[in-house]
């Protein structure tokens, strides 16, 4: 069944249990990418960033560019159309790991050079996704895009890419 079949008591309470996986569990560092980033300093810089990240909720909010660029979960076609969607630290949610041995969302982690990754959690249907995008600014990493659970299905979803 598509998220377009569903009803809405039950739209809700999937993007709930989905957010609940998404931000209850801990998260595993990432794993080793098809270009062989792992064992390089770059590698090692962000595994460190991201395990910090999810678990210490301060350092998180400290490593946000707030306003962040991205949509919320279950965006609708006039958040999208007018690009001006952004998180605040008010209408942030502190993010915790997420565990992928349990889950039905399979992780990819690609980095882009040694400065920048994209993180995607796709939910094994293919309809529902969530991006993340991390980039070093500095000598530091920061979550520089965040883009909800949200249906991406081909033809009836919505670009979460921002741009990617």
Known sequence: MSIKGMSMRDRFLFFALALMAFTGCKQPAPQETASGREGGEAWKDFTSFYERFHQDSAYQMAHITFPLEGLPQGADSATIASGAFRWTPET?????????????????????????????????SG??????????????????YYAGLNNVKHGGGIDIEGGF
């Open 92 to 124: 942030w949610t502190i993010q915790h790991g997420f565990n992928l041995q349990s889950a039905d969302f399979e992780h990819q982690l690609r980095p882009i050079g040694d400065d920048a990754m994209i993180e995607k959690l796709v939910h094994r």
């Open 127 to 144: 309809d529902l996704a969530i991006v993340r995008r991390f980039a070093r600014l500095g000598d530091e990493w920061y979550l520089i």
